[in-house]
C-alpha cells in the first residue's frame, strides 16, 4: 500500500491529510474514493487512516484520511 501526504488550503488555514492508495494502484484508472475523518479524541493518522484508511485502500479504494 502506497500513501502520500497532502496539504490543502481551507477557508484560511491549511489541511493536512493522508492518501491511502490500493496496492496495484494505477494513475491511468478511476477509483472509487472515500474521505475519512477521525472521531473525537483521535488523529488522521489513527482511527482515520491506519484503521479504515488501510482497509478501504486494501478492498480497493483511495482514500483520504484527514
Not at 491511502?20 to 474521505?35: E, G, I, W
Not at 473525537?40 to 485502500?57: F, P, R, W
Request: charged share 20%; glycine share 8%.
Amino acid at each position: 500500500m502506497k500513501t502520500e501526504k497532502v496539504t490543502f488550503k481551507n477557508i484560511a488555514w491549511d489541511n493536512a491529510g493522508i492518501i491511502y492508495f490500493p496496492a496495484d494502484f494505477d494513475p491511468q484508472k478511476k477509483y472509487p474514493t472515500v474521505v475519512s475523518l477521525h472521531p473525537i479524541g483521535s488523529c488522521k493518522e489513527q482511527t482515520a487512516g491506519n484503521v479504515y484508511g488501510k482497509a478501504l485502500a486494501e478492498a480497493g479504494f483511495v482514500v483520504l484520511a484527514i
